[in-house]
């Protein structure tokens, strides 16, 4: 370590790293200045920690995560089982499932961005986890629709809380190159979510009963609550991003709530990767919503099966999928960043016809076999979508950003999506009785088809964004 004055500048050098801080002697009165001296725009301050204590956080942050997505989808897995004991119709599902849930979920994550970019993030985080672990047990003593609907508002109003401070938190741990993978293993919440909410919920509404399934899961999410305020450490914000790319601005005051937002919808590319995440999130929650009650009804799964055999093909393709998307574009948007959209482009053009032949499955064993393919696919949206968000925005910008993201995508996937297809299930039924689910999900083939254009006009965007193009090198 050396220490060196040179041209009325402090530079601070550490052997075999490329961490390098300068300070300016000029006083400037700016939002950087300290001790009467001031950061220069090409500051970079990396955060003191080891590899593996990042690749620690990531990892509880995973598990954080992996509850709230297992408190989202703990509704579909158990559908069939509140819909016969609260006497439901397919489209109330789709609202428990969807619109009541997101409504909330998006609307309160904004301003809740607005407040991460300026407070601790892990309180927020820790804060969010406990609320939404608490109204998921309180689902369990819901008796009627309305009472489910509210508990379930409340669920939705704590998760607003974890995702979008987590975005910002792991981009302050990793490298904007490293960031793709980084927040791919964060997404990996939302296979592992899915398949232990159907694993273990399946299992223990099956052996005690719906009620004490929703008790069950809303537990753990206090404990770690707890975990994540005693380990996780409060990185410095934009400490590990290149100074061309975070201009002048980079470390300022965070802007205004409004000024933020009107950022993000007035930047073509975020606007473009949002919507393209959206159709991507329609399909996506649409298939997690209605697949258990589809393989029970339909094709005559019971409920312990679908705990058995499809959580198992829920979680390892969606791990599989998420995680190497991200790895995937991080290795090739080096080349070419449109990668970052022709990835989920190209993955969602594959699942079609594994689609067509769910519809026509004979048995159980071969839908789920159909079902393997799109649940491997249609998670490879995310991690890029993050990466190009939380790498086009400025470091005080970031949580905001990532929360606008997902209202977006939110609002268009999990608002409509599950509720899609209960209407079209619905409106299907007097003329196909239980089989009615096979015309909801046929009425999803064409949206796969605009999502993919969606991503190839993204592709376009990012491949003549210019920020986008200097933080990424």
Not at 180 to 186: D, Q, R, V
Not at 227 to 251: C, W
Request: with cysteine; proline share 5%; aromatic share 10%.
């Amino acid at each position: 370590m050396q220490w060196r004055l040179a041209g009325g500048a402090i530079a601070w050098h550490k052997r075999g790293t490329e961490t390098r801080t300068r300070v300016s002697s000029r006083k400037t009165g700016r939002a950087g200045q300290v001790w009467g001296l001031s950061m220069s725009v090409d500051t970079v301050l990396a955060p003191k920690t080891s590899g593996s204590y990042r690749y620690l956080v990531v990892f509880i942050l995973a598990i954080v995560y992996t509850l709230n997505f297992l408190d989202r989808q703990i509704v579909s897995i158990l559908a069939e089982p509140i819909r016969k004991d609260l006497n439901l119709s397919d489209t109330q599902l789709g609202m428990l499932g969807g619109i009541v849930f997101a409504l909330f979920y998006t609307t309160f994550g904004i301003p809740i961005g607005w407040l991460a970019d300026r407070a601790k993030r892990v309180w927020i985080i820790s804060g969010a986890c406990a609320l939404w672990s608490l109204f998921t047990a309180l689902c369990g003593t819901a008796t009627s629709f309305l009472q489910l609907a509210l508990f379930r508002m409340g669920v939705g109003i704590g998760e607003a809380g974890g995702s979008p401070p987590s975005y910002s938190l792991i981009s302050d741990y990793f490298k904007p190159e490293e960031r793709g993978t980084a927040l791919a293993i964060y997404s990996l919440g939302v296979p592992a979510g899915s398949m232990f909410g159907a694993a273990l919920g399946g299992w223990i509404a099956a052996e005690h009963g719906w009620r004490v399934a929703f008790f069950a899961m809303g537990i753990p999410g206090i404990v770690m609550a707890l975990i994540l305020l005693l380990v996780v450490r409060e990185p410095k914000r934009g400490g590990l991003d290149a100074a061309a790319a975070l201009g002048a601005e980079g470390h300022d005051t965070p802007p205004p709530l409004f000024a933020a937002i009107g950022g993000f919808f007035g930047n073509r590319t975020l606007m473009l990767t949002a919507i393209a995440a959206g159709l991507s999130a329609f399909v996506g929650y649409a298939a997690l919503t209605w697949n258990p009650p589809f393989l029970i009804r339909v094709k005559g799964m019971s409920l312990t099966q679908v705990a058995a055999y499809y959580s198992l093909v829920l979680g390892i393709t969606g791990m599989i999928g998420t995680f190497a998307a991200g790895w995937l574009v991080d290795k090739l948007s080096v080349r070419d960043r449109r990668w970052f959209a022709w990835v989920p482009a190209i993955a969602f053009a594959i699942t079609i016809p594994f689609w067509i032949g769910l519809l026509y499955a004979p048995t159980w064993q071969i839908a789920l076999a159909c079902i393997a393919v799109p649940a491997l696919l249609n998670t490879c949206y995310l991690a890029p979508a993050l990466a190009v968000v939380q790498n086009a925005v400025a470091p005080n910008r970031r949580t905001i950003s990532g929360a606008v993201l997902l209202f977006i995508l939110n609002i268009i996937g999990l608002g409509a999506g599950p509720v899609y297809v209960g209407r079209i299930s619905d409106m299907a039924k007097p003329e196909y009785g239980e089989n009615s689910l096979t015309v909801g999900f046929a009425a999803l083939i064409p949206i796969v088809g605009v999502t993919i254009v969606a991503h190839l006009i993204s592709a376009w965007s990012i491949g003549r964004d210019k920020r986008l193009g200097a933080a990424l090198g």
